[in-house]
DNA sequence: AATAAAACTAAAACGTGTTTTAGTTAGCTA
DNA sequence: TAGCTAACTAAAACACGTTTTAGTTTTATT
C-alpha cells in the first residue's frame, strides 16, 4: 500500500472519528456534512469524495462498531430460548450506554434507499438469528418443519422494527425490550415443540403484564409554529 | 360555517387533490412543494399555512383514501383466522392499483417525526387488529389469557413493518403478503387453542415454501456516480 | 360604509444534502 | 529532476423543505 492510499484512510479515519464524535451530542440534527467538514478541518467536498453520502458515511461509522455489538451478542452462553430475550438484553444495554450514537444511525440506516447500506446491517443479524433457531432445531426445541432462513428472518424483522420505533423516539427503551421479547415469543412459541412451548407462553404472558396499553402512545399536539403577533 | 371556511375548506380540497395527481405518477421525488404549489396554482407558502408540512399535507391526502382502505378491510366476513390473512390480500390488491401512491405515502407517514400523524394511522389499524382479536378469543379459537391490545400491536407492528419494506422497495408486493402472513400466522399460532392450532401451523409451513430465501435480498452496486472525464 | 381580522400572495431567505468547477497539492514514475 | 495523475480544496451552485416578510385581497363585524 503506497502513501497515496495511506494518507486516503487516514483521512477516511478523521473523518468517521470527527463523524462519530459529532453522532453522540445527542440531537440528531446537530450534524451537518457542512459543521462536519469544518470540524474535521476539511473540505465538504471530501466526505463525499471518500463516502459518497451522509448516509453511507454514517454506515462506516457504525461499521467501526459493529464488531463489538456482534461480539456482545454472541458473548453469551447459547443455550434455550432465553439466549433470545438475552439478545434483545444486550442490544438495550448498548443502546443505553450511548443512545443519541445509536438512535442516530439507526434513523440514519432505515432512511437509506441504498441496498447496499441495509443488506451490509441485516445480514450480519440475520445470519446470528439463523444460527440461533438452527441450534434451536437441532437440540430439539424448534420443530423440524421451520425453515431457519424464513423464521429468523420474521424474528429480525420484529427486532428491527421496534428498534426503529425507539430510534424514533415513538417507545421508551424498556418498552422496546418487552415488546420485542413478546414478539420474538410469539414467534417462538408457535413453532417449539410440546415440552419447551409451555414454559414459553408463561414468560409470554409475564411479559404481556409489564406492557402498556397501546392507546398510550405519546401524543404531542400538531406542532403549530406560527407565533401569535407581538400587537 | 362562514364563507370564509367554506373557501379554506375548498383551497384544501384543491391542494390535497393536486397532491394526489403528483403522487401518483409513480416517481416518489417527483413531488416537491413548489411544483405542487405551481400545478395547483397557488403560492408555495399556502400548503404550509393550510396543512403545516409536506408530511401533514401527504397525510391529509390519504386520510381521504383511508375511509375506503377502512372499509374495504372490514367489508370482509368475520370468521376464523383467514380474516387475517384476507386482510394481508386486501391491502395487497389495493397497493397494486395504486403502486406509486401507496408507497410514496407510506414512505412520507414513515419518515414523519409527528406522532399525532403516525398515530392517527396506525391507531384505527390497531383498533381493527384488537377487535379481531377480541373476537376470536370470544369464540373460543385464541386463548383467553392474550391481552388483545399487546397481540393486536405485535400483529400490526409486523404488517405495517413488511408494508415499509415494499415500499422502500425492498420486497416485490407478492413478497411482503407472504411475509406478513407468515408472521401473522406465527403470532396467531403461539396463542390458538388446540384445535386451531393446527391448522393455522399447516398454513404457515405452506407459505413458509413459497418464500424466497433471505440471503437473495436485491443488491445494487454502490452507487458511484462519478463519471469519468470525457477526455 | 368603515374597520378589523383573517387568508392569501409573491418573493426572498435560511439551512439542508449534494454536485460541480477550477485550481492546488502531494505522491508516483520515467 | 520533470511531469503526470490522483487527491484534495475552496467556493459556488442546485434543488429541496420550510419560514419569513410585506403587501394585498376577502370576509365578518360594528
Redesign the pocket.
Known sequence: M????T??D??RQLIVTTARKLMQVREV?D?????L?EVA??????P???F????ALIAAVMDTDFADFMTALTAEPNQGFDVFFRLVDVTAELFEKNPGYYSTGAQAIQATTDQTLTSHFSLPRHGLFKDLVSDAIQRGEICHQINPDSLALNLGHQFYGWIQAWAKGNITLPDMVARTKYGLGLGLAAVATEASRAQLLEQVVAIQATLPEAGVLKTKPT?N???EAVS
Chains 1, 2 share one sequence.
Not at 450534524?31 to 459543521?35: E, I, K, Q, W
Request: net charge positive; aromatic share 6%.
Open positions: 503506497g502513501k497515496r492510499d494518507n486516503r487516514e483521512k440534527s450534524f451537518s456534512m457542512r459543521t467538514a478541518g476539511v473540505s465538504s467536498a471530501t463525499y469524495a471518500l459518497g453520502s451522509k448516509q406542532p409554529k406560527k407565533q
